[in-house]
Each structure stands twice: as structure tokens, then as C-alpha cells.
T-cell receptor, first 113, second 112 residues
Framework: DGGITQSPKYLFRKEGQNVTLSCEQN?????MYWYRQDPGQGLRLIYY???????QKGDIAEGYSVSREKKESFPLTVTSAQKNPTAFYLC????????????FGPGTRLTVT | AQKITQTQPGMFVQEKEAVTLDCTYD???????LFWYKQPSSGEMIFLIY??????QNATEGRYSLNFQKARKSANLVISASQLGDSAMYFC?????????FGQGTELSVKP
């Protein structure tokens, strides 16, 4: 089955630790995205990548880092510099950027204490 | 900056009735796309329907249709014959320079 996987579904970390969230897709999509969602809010774009080895900052990139070494994978690292990292993180992919439907993974709920 | 506005934080609808979820957007783009997504309590985002700004007809997908009024910059989602499984958050989104901008969402509750 084609789709996007994110692991783990729930993640707990101590304050001051970096943590990496996994995102893998087997849809052969060129573009991938990371969003953050806070309770009762819409999605905000953290980073996106239109092609392998290239990525751009979204609206709230501070305290986050990404890599895109393979077409299928777009891991997100939440660094200790992110002031309020507890949130729901969603990964998505699409055939291209612009007027293309984005397909979403199931999300990772990160709690930092 | 471009903005998507969903003015209804919460909506109730009786099962089997139709409901309209509002969405307005702010843009100077001539060509763009508008999307609606559903987010059940499980958290994943499910694509529902797409409308291109130059599409002459309103988009329809099964029980979902878009009431697109370009001059008013609105793209309201109409769900016909509501089902209990339609209870969820609904988000309107617009493409903007290679990314999507999302509204704050509307929580729809379907009553039996």
C-alpha cells in the first residue's frame, strides 16, 4: 500500500534534548512538508522540500532542522532551541508544489517536559 | 501575507441534513488552488476536494461540493446528507508559492 508513515505516534522527551521525528513515503512524490499543529489551531508550515538535497524554511522554522538525502525520507529534528516543542507534528507529501493535493501521514504527538 | 479565514469555530448539524462550512481568503494571485481537508479525532488529515481558480464549474466529490465565488474570494464547503462519521475538524487551505496556508478550522458535530 502506498502512503506516508510517521513514527512513533507518541514521543516523550525531557527538556534540553534534541529529538528526531521520522517521515517516510512510498508515493514517489517529489515534495515533502512538515507542519506543526497546536490544540484548536490550524497547521503551520515548518519546512518543506521540493526535491532531494534541497529544502526551504516555512513560517516557523526556528528551533527545527531537516534533511532530504533520499526522495522517500524527510526527517525533522526538534532541537533544544525550540522554546515550546510540545505539539502534534504532521508530515505530508505531494507530486509537486503549488496546486497539488498533499497527502498526510498519521502524525506524531510530541510531549516535552 | 495571505490569510485564510474560517469564521465558524464550531457547527452542529442534524444527521441527513446538509451543512455549509465557510472559508474566505485573501490573495492577489490570479491563479491558485483551494483545498478542503477533514481531520477526525485520530489526527490524520484527509483530502476532500480541490477547486482551481480558473475552473469554470464548482468542484464536486460525492457528498462534498464547493460553492466557489471568486469575486468574493470565498470557497465554502457543502456537505450533503450528513453522516455521524462526518463529525470532525474541517480545514480550508490555499496554495501560496509552493506551500499551503491553512485556516483555523471548523469543528463539525453531527447529531443523530
Amino acid at each position: 500500500d502506498g502512503g506516508i508513515t510517521q513514527s512513533p505516534k507518541y514521543l516523550f522527551r525531557k527538556e534540553g534534548q534534541n529529538v528526531t521525528l521520522s517521515c517516510e513515503q512510498n508515493l514517489n512524490h517529489d515534495a515533502m512538508y512538515w507542519y506543526r499543529q497546536d490544540p484548536g489551531q490550524g497547521l503551520r508550515l515548518i519546512y518543506y522540500s521540493q526535491i532531494v538535497n534541497d529544502f526551504q524554511k516555512g513560517d516557523i522554522a526556528e528551533g527545527y532542522s531537516v534533511s532530504r538525502e533520499k526522495k522517500e525520507s524527510f526527517p525533522l529534528t526538534v532541537t533544544s532551541a525550540q522554546k515550546n516543542p510540545t505539539a502534534f507534528y504532521l508530515c505530508a507529501s505531494s507530486m509537486g508544489t503549488g496546486t497539488y493535493e498533499q497527502y498526510f501521514g498519521p502524525g506524531t504527538r510530541l510531549t516535552v517536559t | 501575507a495571505q490569510k485564510i479565514t474560517q469564521t465558524q469555530p464550531g457547527m452542529f448539524v442534524q444527521e441527513k441534513e446538509a451543512v455549509t462550512l465557510d472559508c474566505t481568503y485573501d490573495t492577489s494571485d490570479q491563479s491558485y488552488g483551494l483545498f478542503w481537508y477533514k481531520q477526525p479525532s485520530s489526527g490524520e488529515m484527509i483530502f476532500l476536494i480541490y477547486q482551481g481558480s480558473y475552473d469554470e464549474q464548482n468542484a464536486t466529490e460525492g457528498r462534498y461540493s464547493l460553492n466557489f465565488q471568486k469575486a468574493r474570494k470565498s470557497a465554502n464547503l457543502v456537505i450533503s446528507a450528513s453522516q455521524l462519521g462526518d463529525s470532525a475538524m474541517y480545514f480550508c487551505a490555499k496554495d501560496a508559492g509552493g506551500k499551503l496556508i491553512f485556516g483555523q478550522g471548523t469543528e463539525l458535530s453531527v447529531k443523530p
